[in-house]
C-alpha cells in the first residue's frame, strides 16, 4: 500500500516556475515507478512525466519535454517536478502516481493517486 500527498503547487505568472513534491508513505517506495498526470478544467487527465524505480530513466510528454523534469529521492520517499518556463496552458490539477511497471503512460496502469495540487499560470 502505498499513500501520496502532492505539494508545492501555486499561482505563478507565465515564464515562471515551481516544484512540486509528492511524499508517499510506506517502505516500498523505491520499488515503483512514478508519474505526474495531470487534468486541466474541462478536459482529461493527461500523462506528463515518469521516473523509473531507481530513477534512471525518465521519460516526458511532448508538451512538457525541454520544460519539465521529473526525479526522485528514493531516501526521502518523495518524487519532484521541477517546471520550468510555465505557460497558461499548463494549468492544471497535478497529480502523482505509483506503477509497479515503469513505462506506462496510460493512467489506467497506476495502482495508486494522490488527490492533487492545483497549477495556475496567469499570461
Known amino acids: 500500500q502505498v499513500q501520496l500527498v502532492e505539494s508545492g503547487g501555486g499561482l505563478v505568472q507565465a515564464g515562471g516556475s515551481l516544484r512540486l513534491s509528492c511524499a508517499a508513505s510506506?517502505?516500498?517506495?523505491?520499488?515503483?515507478?512514478m508519474a505526474w498526470f495531470r487534468q486541466a478544467p474541462g478536459k482529461e487527465r493527461e500523462f506528463v512525466a515518469t521516473?523509473?524505480?531507481?530513477?534512471?530513466?525518465?521519460y516526458y510528454a511532448d508538451s512538457v519535454k525541454g520544460r519539465f523534469t521529473i526525479s526522485r529521492d528514493n531516501a526521502k520517499n518523495t518524487v519532484y517536478l521541477q517546471m520550468n518556463s510555465l505557460k497558461p496552458e499548463d494549468t492544471a490539477v497535478y497529480y502523482c502516481?505509483?506503477?509497479?511497471?515503469?513505462?506506462?503512460?496510460?493512467?489506467?496502469?497506476?495502482?495508486?493517486w494522490g488527490q492533487g495540487t492545483q497549477v495556475t499560470v496567469s499570461s
Open positions: 502516481a505509483a506503477d509497479p511497471a515503469f513505462g506506462d503512460s496510460v493512467q489506467t496502469s497506476y495502482d495508486y
Open positions: 510506506g517502505r516500498t517506495f523505491s520499488r515503483y515507478a
Open positions: 521516473i523509473s524505480w531507481s530513477g534512471g530513466r525518465a
